[in-house]
């Protein structure tokens, strides 16, 4: 079966501006890339990750044996979760 042909159509300059604006856009928004995150902010999320890690851990081991955490009590978990959580949330930022 033949192929019908296809037809250019006659590009008005209000058509030629609007394609040349959404194409100078596309160019913009892919240059807007942010930048990777420093050594820095990877260390802190991975050190909050860890110190909330360590807080519970001695917490369960030394809690008792500690004065100002056996004086926290339950709070202790709170604590160890909050800094764990604060670097789990980093990680959405991290590029």
Not at 12 to 21: G, I, W
Not at 51 to 69: P, R
Request: no cysteine; proline share 3%; hydrophobic share 55%.
């Amino acid at each position: 079966m033949p192929k019908s042909k296809v037809r250019k159509k006659v590009a008005t300059a209000s058509a030629q501006a609007a394609s040349q604006a959404n194409e100078t856009a596309a160019t913009s928004a892919r240059t807007k890339v942010a930048a990777p995150s420093g050594p820095v902010y990877l260390s802190v999320m991975l050190g909050l990750m860890v110190l909330g890690l360590l807080w519970l851990v001695v917490f369960y081991l030394w809690g008792s044996n500690i004065a100002f955490m056996d004086s926290l009590g339950n709070w202790n978990f709170a604590i160890g979760f909050v800094l764990m959580i604060a670097g789990l949330l980093m990680t959405m930022g991290w590029r």
